[in-house]
């Protein structure tokens, strides 16, 4: 869990390398979210589509399906118009990073 908010707080900086080596250990609903937003920003979408289908086929708790879409919309993991902006985005990871803490 730790490791997915360090992960979101390298992605909202800009530190898109360590944010992709910090993701690559975490495990559970949120974290492999943030693992998918990490994985979605390079270049190379195999990788992020790999996990996005994955997500699809996983059990995620539906609260999390939206946020799921969106990563791959906005980073174009999908060939789908983003419905949120960024900051959007980032808050909805805030969000459900502070729910999986409680």
Not at 8 to 27: P, S
Request: hydrophobic residues 45%.
């Amino acid at each position: 869990m730790l490791r997915a908010a360090l992960t979101r707080l390298q992605l909202q900086e800009g530190a898109r390398d360590a944010a992709i080596e910090t993701a690559n250990e975490c495990i559970g609903d949120v974290t492999e979210l943030i693992k998918f937003h990490a994985s979605a920003v390079l270049e190379d979408k195999g990788p992020a589509r790999a996990l996005y289908d994955r997500l699809l086929q996983s059990y995620l708790p539906e609260p999390y399906h939206e946020l799921r879409d969106e990563i791959a919309r906005q980073f174009n993991v999908v060939e789908l118009p983003a419905r949120n902006d960024l900051a959007w985005l980032l808050a909805r990871e805030s969000d459900a990073l502070v729910l999986e803490a409680a």
